[in-house]
């Protein structure tokens, strides 16, 4: 079984469902509340567990009630929590989620404990992370603690994934440490200073990311699948076709994904088309942490291709 360490944010999510998502300074009345765990990082947690990783959560809640049930949920899905930090100095964290009918979103957060992550609490879990095969890294935790990790994991011979979201201007450092990054469209753009309008842009964009250390750029591109780029080229990976419940974490479940089956030792292209299988199926779902299992993911890739040869 492959070991994945993921280093990040874990918080409570509120979802409000709505008709429409709001404009500024408008009211609207929604029709459905729901509670689920959440967090970028314990989101590709839970995705790494249920798809077959030994996986081990490093990270911080509030002594709440809210940290009590996000440590039970990863529980539940089989994930360590050994490295998981108690943090008495403030809340855990938390996001309101307003969801529209077509599944697209509009998210705040209040980070709380996500904020107190440190280098000490990757030192901590040095021993597990040194003998991880995938490091999964994001941007809702401080980001000297994301750059400490991801150097950490690269010196102990991990690939480290990162995926670069909430988009913020990243160190040049932290580039020659990332095995694969998995930006979409936006943070792409903010990351290369590059413009993205077509196919062409994205691939120009990822070659700026390339010359700065990373190996693989991996742009996630919803409905039109993913592009992988690396210094050799660049290759389209479609989409599968589901309908649309709640997109949210879906980035979360392709990251998780594609440490999984790279971690298996995967051809990264055939990894990022098991990752969009594993995203099709998240957002079929409601909830972040809604990732499909390893037998799931299966079962969906035969279904899905038994259709595709009927429909011909």
């Given at each position: 079984m492959?070991?994945?360490?993921?280093?990040?944010?874990?918080?409570?999510?509120?979802?409000?469902?709505?008709?429409k998502l709001p404009q500024q300074d408008e009211t609207?009345?929604?029709?459905?509340?729901?509670?689920?765990?959440?967090?970028k990082g314990a989101n590709q947690a839970v995705a790494a567990a249920r798809l077959g990783a030994e996986t081990y959560f490093i990270g911080r809640v509030g002594r709440d009630v809210f940290g009590s049930q996000l440590i039970d949920a990863l529980k539940i899905s089989k994930v360590n929590v050994d490295y998981i930090t108690i943090d008495d100095t403030t809340h855990t964290g938390v996001?309101?989620?307003?969801?529209?009918?077509?599944?697209?979103?509009?998210?705040a957060v209040a980070p709380g404990t996500d904020h107190r992550i440190?280098?000490?609490?990757?030192?901590?879990?040095?021993?597990?992370?040194?003998?991880?095969?995938?490091?999964?890294?994001?941007?809702?935790?401080?980001?000297?603690?994301?750059?400490?990790?991801a150097k950490i994991g690269?010196?102990?011979?991990?690939?480290?994934?990162?995926?670069?979201?909430?988009?913020?201007?990243?160190?040049?450092?932290?580039y020659k440490y990332v095995y694969a990054m998995t930006p979409n469209r936006v943070e792409l753009?903010?990351?290369?200073?590059?413009?993205?309008?077509g196919f062409n842009d994205i691939i120009r964009a990822g070659r700026i990311l390339i010359e700065k250390g990373v190996k693989y750029v991996?742009?996630?591109?919803?409905?039109?699948?993913?592009?992988?780029?690396?210094?050799?080229?660049?290759?389209?990976?479609?989409?599968?076709?589901?309908?649309?419940?709640?997109?949210?974490?879906?980035?979360?479940?392709f990251s998780a994904a594609l440490a999984v089956f790279i971690a298996e030792g995967?051809?990264?292209?055939?990894?990022?088309?098991?990752?969009?299988?594993?995203?099709?199926?998240?957002?079929t779902r409601m909830g972040a942490q809604s990732a499909p299992s390893r037998e799931e993911l299966i079962q969906f890739l035969k279904s899905y291709d038994m259709a595709e040869v009927v429909s011909r």
């Amino acid at each position: 079984m492959v070991v994945v360490s993921v280093v990040g944010s874990i918080h409570m999510d509120f979802y409000i469902r709505l008709p429409k998502l709001p404009q500024q300074d408008e009211t609207v009345v929604g029709y459905g509340f729901t509670m689920l765990p959440g967090g970028k990082g314990a989101n590709q947690a839970v995705a790494a567990a249920r798809l077959g990783a030994e996986t081990y959560f490093i990270g911080r809640v509030g002594r709440d009630v809210f940290g009590s049930q996000l440590i039970d949920a990863l529980k539940i899905s089989k994930v360590n929590v050994d490295y998981i930090t108690i943090d008495d100095t403030t809340h855990t964290g938390v996001a309101f989620i307003l969801l529209n009918s077509s599944g697209e979103n509009m998210i705040a957060v209040a980070p709380g404990t996500d904020h107190r992550i440190s280098k000490d609490d990757v030192n901590r879990a040095a021993d597990v992370i040194g003998r991880s095969n995938t490091v999964l890294l994001q941007l809702e935790i401080p980001l000297d603690t994301v750059v400490y990790a991801a150097k950490i994991g690269w010196r102990s011979g991990a690939h480290v994934i990162l995926n670069p979201a909430p988009a913020i201007q990243l160190p040049e450092e932290v580039y020659k440490y990332v095995y694969a990054m998995t930006p979409n469209r936006v943070e792409l753009s903010m990351l290369s200073g590059v413009k993205i309008e077509g196919f062409n842009d994205i691939i120009r964009a990822g070659r700026i990311l390339i010359e700065k250390g990373v190996k693989y750029v991996v742009t996630t591109l919803g409905s039109d699948g993913s592009v992988v780029i690396s210094e050799y080229g660049a290759v389209h990976v479609p989409a599968y076709k589901v309908k649309v419940v709640d997109t949210t974490g879906a980035g979360d479940v392709f990251s998780a994904a594609l440490a999984v089956f790279i971690a298996e030792g995967m051809d990264i292209i055939d990894a990022c088309r098991m990752a969009n299988a594993a995203a099709a199926l998240k957002i079929t779902r409601m909830g972040a942490q809604s990732a499909p299992s390893r037998e799931e993911l299966i079962q969906f890739l035969k279904s899905y291709d038994m259709a595709e040869v009927v429909s011909r």
